[in-house]
């Protein structure tokens, strides 16, 4: 199949007409410009979920709640989503980007990071933790994604997938989502990156994917993007503001 014909497919059925896909996010190359985009959003049914926003300072995209006094599990829901190296540029759905941002910076490795994690604790949906990196070294760069998420045998184990795709070409991405739809408990993603299209520049990627997205259950989205000579610029949006 033609990949923008497979990119608008998975686009439409994962994203478009999926009511729940969870936490996502995309690493790829803008269809209109030299830069590469980063996306990462969230998404909540719970009042503890939908108590957020994103806040970008820099180059670093974190949540923070909006009401304070209304938290459950913060640990899980208030962490770092993107962070940068020179010419390294991290994303993930929790504080693992963290975990690797420190990994890397000490000269160990993006797998060597996430072997110290499992899956979230939070039984019975045991959210996978989903990560991406960019290297720009040399350009036009390397995407690498990982998925880690409960062992169908024994949920108490972690199965840790690492995907290196080839580099995408201008207007699409990879992309990966915590959830491959609703339920109780909530199915896990499965299968390989998604191939999804970037068309357009960074604000024009923003409101696609946002009006995408479920309208009862979207909570904020960014977009990363990366210029040729490395420098970046985030753009959020958010659905709750304090």
Do not use: C
């Not at 006094?69 to 962070?83: G, N, Q, R, S, V």
């Amino acid at each position: 199949m033609h990949a923008h014909s497979k990119a608008i497919r998975n686009f439409e059925a994962h994203i478009q007409h999926n009511p729940y896909p969870g936490r996502g996010l995309v690493v790829g190359r803008s269809s209109v410009e030299d830069a590469w985009l980063i996306i990462y959003w969230i998404m909540g049914r719970s009042a503890s979920s939908r108590n957020r926003r994103f806040v970008a300072a820099g180059t670093t995209l974190r949540t923070e709640p909006i009401d304070t006094t209304h938290m459950e599990h913060p640990e899980l829901l208030i962490y770092e989503a993107m962070l940068e190296l020179p010419s390294l540029y991290l994303v993930s759905n929790g504080d693992q980007t963290r975990t690797i941002y420190d990994a890397l910076q000490a000269g160990g490795t993006f797998d060597s990071a996430l072997a110290t994690r499992e899956r979230e604790p939070d039984a019975p949906h045991y959210t996978p933790r989903i990560s991406a990196m960019l290297d720009l070294q040399p350009f036009p760069g390397s995407v690498t994604l990982s998925i880690l998420k409960a062992n169908l045998a024994d949920a108490e184990l972690t199965d840790r997938i690492t995907y290196h795709p080839a580099t995408p070409p201008q207007g699409f991405g990879f992309g990966l989502t915590t959830y491959s739809g609703d339920g109780n408990p909530l199915p896990s993603f499965s299968g390989d990156p998604l191939l999804l299209p970037l068309n357009g520049n960074a604000e024009g990627v923003l409101d696609a994917y946002w009006h995408a997205l479920n309208a009862d259950n979207r909570v904020s989205i960014a977009v990363k993007r990366i210029a040729r000579d490395g420098s970046s610029r985030i753009m959020v949006r958010n659905r709750f503001e304090a």
